[in-house]
């Protein structure tokens, strides 16, 4: 019999994850959640796993807040024991972070059946961390399950068995189609902020190579001020502990129209995104969340991962630039809001199911 482990590290592994394990517990799967605690705030993952209303992880090996080669390690390790404990036959990455490439290690060191789900994603930058995790990861894999055509095509370049490659779609608009009514119902992260529809800018920035830097950080919020200055609307930023805490670090001076906030939970991050004119962010699936619910894009990095985005006029690389930040949401506020999801059709985990079992 089969016996798969999800391994999952991050938030957005998680809400990832959510349509799977669904699927999973409605066809009586054998499966378990493995985390690895490697955001170091396990607090604020279990508020989504409670939000998301899904079966706590079996495990939480608690690998956060340790530097890349130390954590990667004990991940290994740990995971490598649980593994070998529960006699795993299949298990499941998704993504490109650090529990990705360990749960990954861990099964490649004991012949397990490797499965990873949104395989194929490349920016071509491999001062990414997460770009040389999806690599390495993609090639110990045995079996791909690719959200587009794009991440297909980039597996066969890389010489990778068709044979092995199952085009999907992304779990992310499962995720967004499942939960957009719940939050609707019972978000009220608007009324909470005063907020309207159509009304504010949704931004967020933490990635390291952004606001570990402070001079790519103290640029983007150059940038939010400039665009704080095109017209009325609110800039609403719920800040990540990271973020916050290399502002207070760095010492770097708060745009004054940007109202900073404390994170928040996923169904009220849905609201916000639904309701906004524009979203600024550094965020991968943010980008994905923001086209499949129609909210134009500007995306503050040098390169993506979603190049779907892009073509579809969902989305604009503007870097970190100020004035490019303040020209392209000019320009993405004022575009025709409508292009064609290029992540699916919301049923990506009934067809992931339909393999596995094949398999």
């Known amino acids: 019999m089969k016996k798969i482990c999800l391994v999952v590290g991050t938030r957005p592994e998680i809400i990832k994850m959510a349509p799977l394990i669904r699927v999973f517990e409605k066809n009586d799967i054998n499966y378990f959640v493995l985390h690895t605690g490697q955001h170091y705030n396990y607090e604020m ?18 690998a956060g807040n340790l530097e890349y080669r130390k954590q990667i390690g004990k991940m290994v390790k740990n995971i ?45 930058d491999l001062t990414m961390p997460e770009e040389r995790n999806r690599i390495l990861t993609d090639h110990i894999s ?34 967004v189609y499942q939960n957009i009514k719940l939050a609707q ?54 800040i990540h502990p990271r973020s916050l805490i290399n502002l207070k670090k760095f010492e770097i001076e708060r745009p004054k129209k940007v109202r900073f906030i404390d994170p928040v939970g996923y169904l009220d991050f849905l609201n916000l995104i639904e309701n906004s004119k524009l979203i600024i962010t550094d965020s991968g699936g943010v980008q994905e969340e923001a086209c499949t619910m129609g909210v134009p894009c500007v995306t503050i990095r040098d390169n993506t991962e979603r190049p779907e985005t892009i073509r579809c006029g969902a989305n604009v690389l503007a870097g970190v630039d100020p004035e490019k930040i303040r020209l392209y949401s000019q320009k993405m506020m004022s575009n025709k809001k409508s292009w064609e999801n290029p992540f699916g059709n919301g049923k990506s985990a009934e067809k992931i199911l339909s393999i596995i079992n094949k398999l």
């Open 45 to 62: 993952d279990k508020k989504f796993f409670e939000e998301l209303e899904l079966t706590r992880p079996k495990y939480n090996i608690e």
């Open 80 to 124: 490598q024991e649980i593994y070998a404990k529960e006699r795993v036959t299949h298990v499941i990455v998704e993504g490109d972070t650090n529990s990705v490439l360990a749960g990954a290690l861990a099964a490649n060191k004991f012949g397990i059946c490797l499965i990873h789900l949104e395989a194929g994603l490349r920016s071509h």
């Open 185 to 238: 119902k019972t978000s009220n992260i608007l009324k909470e902020f005063n907020l309207e529809k159509n009304d504010y800018i949704l931004i967020t920035a933490h990635r390291p190579e952004n606001v570990d830097n402070i001079n790519r950080f103290s640029k983007i919020l150059e940038g939010f001020d400039a665009v704080s200055k095109l017209d009325n609307h609110d800039l609403i930023y719920p």
């Open 142 to 175: 045995d079996i791909f399950f690719v959200p587009t055509q794009d991440a297909y095509d980039n597996l066969v370049d890389e010489n990778v068995d068709k044979e092995k490659i199952y085009l999907t779609g992304n779990t992310i608009v499962d995720a």
